[in-house]
T-cell receptor
Framework: DAKTTQPTSMDCAEGRAANLPCNHSTISGNEYVYWYRQIHSQGPQYIIHGLKNNETNEMASLIITEDRKSSTLILPHATLRDTAVYYCIVVYNFNKFYFGSGTKLNVKP | GAVVSQHPSRVICKSGTSVKIECRSLDFQATTMFWYRQFPKQSLMLMATSNEGSKATYEQGVEKDKFLINHASLTLSTLTVTSAHPEDSSFYIC????????????FGPGTRLTVT
């Protein structure tokens, strides 16, 4: 079962930062936090993952709280093409991914 | 970047027939692949873990005799939906774990199965 809680949907203005929260209060010490997104009728696309430290790549930044019970995915300059369902996944048990319901991000012009 | 392909992208079959879906890792080896199912407006549901050279492990509630998985090589896993029924119509997605980099998992584009 999914171990994460995310808001059902969020809106963001094009060009602004999109901050997507995720709660994973039961996370264990060796479990990673992964973020993927899915654009309609496509396979999920990897965005970023982390364990304890904040991470940044060309797509996004991942901020993990010190107690690791929550995290935030930041898309620094959202575009219309970032409209998708974003999944926060806590990965354990031989890298099995149990997807929650995700957040539908609507980027508006 | 790492690429995972699926074939076919769409398939329509008659009720009672079987259909095979292929999942290939194109530029890396994958000891482990995963199969998911996604119904409209729902999230992905993990069906099974496919291990090269050994039997697949299925999630609770997934019928192993109905969803046959074969992982005969380090780049290919197949899912066969046997005796398909309309309720098996769904979006089937595979993912492959890079054997050399176990924290990296890449998803295929999905296969839309419609059973008439």
């Amino acid at each position: 079962d999914a171990k994460t809680t995310q808001p059902t949907s969020m809106d963001c203005a094009e060009g602004r930062a999109a901050n997507l929260p995720c709660n994973h209060s039961t996370i264990s010490g060796n479990e990673y936090v992964y973020w993927y997104r899915q654009i309609h009728s496509q396979g999920p696309q990897y965005i970023i993952h982390g364990l304890k430290n904040n991470e940044t790549n060309e797509m996004a930044s991942l901020i993990i709280t010190e107690d690791r019970k929550s995290s935030t995915l930041i898309l620094p300059h959202a575009t219309l093409r970032d409209t998708a369902v974003y999944y926060c996944i806590v990965v354990y048990n031989f890298n099995k991914f149990y997807f929650g319901s995700g957040t539908k991000l609507n980027v508006k012009p | 970047g790492a690429v995972v392909s699926q074939h076919p992208s769409r398939v329509i079959c008659k009720s009672g027939t079987s259909v095979k879906i292929e999942c290939r890792s194109l530029d890396f080896q994958a000891t482990t692949m995963f199969w998911y199912r996604q119904f409209p407006k729902q999230s992905l549901m993990l069906m099974a873990t496919s291990n090269e050279g050994s039997k697949a492990t299925y999630e609770q509630g997934v019928e192993k005799d109905k969803f046959l998985i074969n992982h005969a090589s380090l780049t290919l896993s197949t899912l066969t939906v046997t005796s398909a029924h309309p309720e098996d119509s769904s979006f089937y997605i595979c993912s492959a774990e890079n054997s050399g980099r176990s924290n990296e998992q890449y998803f295929g584009p999905g296969t839309r199965l419609t059973v008439t």
